[in-house]
Structure formats: structure tokens, C-alpha cells
Nanobody, 120 residues
Framework: QVQLVESGGGLVQAGGSLRFSCAASGSIFSINAMGWYRQAPGKQRELVAAITSGGSTNDADSVKGRFTISRDNAKNTVYLQMNSLKPEDTAVYYC??????????????WGKGTLVTVSS
């Protein structure tokens, strides 16, 4: 059974920074993709950033230049460094995992979600 344990998030002022981490355990497989999705109130869930086991990344246009995703394959952990946060970044952020494929969509597992609130 796969488990995703998220940490980080919280309340921050606009322009501030936060850092997420997410550790995966269980049947991960060496070929996979991990990432972060978010869902703001009244909006659809959207991809924020994802990274494959090979190191390729995909970032949403809205976070390019501000957010950086990285991973430690030895620890099965993915990180999201969020800088220059804006009020529109306020959302619940979910750690995700796609097993057996280096794909940014069609995630198989989801974390519980962590609320990020950016005040203006």
C-alpha cells in the first residue's frame, strides 16, 4: 500500500515563501512521477508542478519562475519551494504520485492535502 506524507504549508504574507515536502512509501516502483496539484475554493483542481523519476519537470505557467520542484529518489521524497507567493496561490495543495510511468497526469495516489493561505 502506498502512503504519501506531506509536510509544510500554512499561512504566509504575499511575497513570502513556503516549502513543502512529501515522502512516499510502499510499492513506489523506480519509474514514476511525483508532483503537486492544488484546488482553490470554487475552482477545479490543477497541476502545480510535477517531476519524473528521470528528473523531467512540468510547471504550471502561473508558477513558473516562482515555484521549484525537486526530488530525492533515494528518499522517495519530493519538494516544492514556493517563493514570491501571491494571494491567488491560496489553495489546498495535494501531493500526488503516478506509479509505473513518467507521466504528469493520471496520478494514482493522493495525499490528504495541505492548506496554503496567502494574505495580501
Amino acid at each position: 500500500q502506498v502512503q504519501l506524507v506531506e509536510s509544510g504549508g500554512g499561512l504566509v504574507q504575499a511575497g513570502g515563501s513556503l516549502r513543502f515536502s512529501c515522502a512516499a512509501s510502499g510499492s513506489i516502483f523506480s519509474i514514476n512521477a511525483m508532483g503537486w496539484y492544488r484546488q482553490a475554493p470554487g475552482k477545479q483542481r490543477e497541476l502545480v508542478a510535477a517531476i519524473t523519476s528521470g528528473g523531467s519537470t512540468n510547471d504550471a505557467d502561473s508558477v513558473k519562475g516562482r515555484f521549484t520542484i525537486s526530488r530525492d529518489n533515494a528518499k522517495n521524497t519530493v519538494y516544492l519551494q514556493m517563493n514570491s507567493l501571491k494571494p491567488e496561490d491560496t489553495a489546498v495543495y495535494y501531493c500526488t504520485l503516478r506509479v509505473g510511468a513518467e507521466e504528469y497526469y493520471g496520478m494514482d495516489y493522493w495525499g490528504k492535502g495541505t492548506l496554503v493561505t496567502v494574505s495580501s
